[in-house]
């Protein structure tokens, strides 16, 4: 991983265009070749980025880091570099998931039918060069679903979900892999998201889940 901080004009143009003024700021490209640009607030979310595939041309006073799927450009104009460093941050073993996710996990495994009717588990952890996939099922159509489960759905887990599956999808021998976003609660700025990537979204009942809730009795939905 490498870590830029410096003063820098960024734009980005493709199926859309957006522009950040000359100011400082933190670049990470990181090993998978994915180019982030951050500020010094607005907690985790970059500013603007690109995710890979996707190739880097780093000249002596800018960067052009260009998309290999949509041709979408990202250029960095550098005016004074502050930092310049590069880390090996080897393997990394993945997200731990709390109790509650890793038993969600587990019950939707033994049983896929909350996430659709005739589906069929594949493997639980499925690997990727970027961590595992919670879970890889096939639908009622034999087509590939990765399913990421989350106790809260926010953006974040949409953006990983995302990662996953644009990875997945360059296997000829998994594609066409659509993507499913499971939680016990999901913010509605993540669904809107997750929707606009084609992303479906299955809100999780964890009692239903475990068998506790009488069935028999009346509910309101």
């Not at 951050?38 to 000249?59: I, Q, R």
């Not at 960095?76 to 969600?104: C, R, W």
């Amino acid at each position: 991983m490498r870590l830029l901080v410096a003063r820098c004009q960024v734009d980005y143009t493709g199926r859309l265009s957006a522009h950040l003024p000359m100011a400082t700021r933190l670049i990470i490209w990181k090993a998978d070749g994915s180019v982030l640009v951050h500020a010094d607030g607005g907690s985790y979310k970059p500013l603007n980025w690109m995710t890979p595939p996707c190739t880097v041309v780093e000249g002596a006073t800018e960067w052009t880091v260009t998309s290999k799927k949509s041709g979408d450009q990202l250029k960095i104009t550098i005016e004074e570099v502050f930092h310049d460093s590069s880390h090996e941050l080897g393997v990394d073993p993945g997200l731990q998931k709390d109790g509650v996710e890793a038993h969600l996990q587990e019950l939707l495994a033994a049983d896929t039918a909350p996430l659709g009717k005739g589906w069929s588990l594949v493997r639980r952890e499925y690997p990727t060069a970027i961590g595992p996939v919670d879970l890889m099922c096939r639908d009622s159509d034999g087509r590939n679903v990765a399913v990421e489960i989350k106790r809260r759905g926010e953006i974040d887990g949409v953006e990983q979900l995302t990662r996953y599956l644009e990875l997945l999808n360059r296997d000829p021998l998994l594609a066409p892999v659509d993507g499913v976003f499971a939680a016990q609660a999901i913010k509605p700025q993540a669904r809107v998201l997750a929707e606009d990537r084609g992303i479906r979204c299955v809100v999780l009942d964890y009692d239903d889940l475990r068998g506790a809730v009488d069935q028999t009795q009346p509910r309101l939905f």
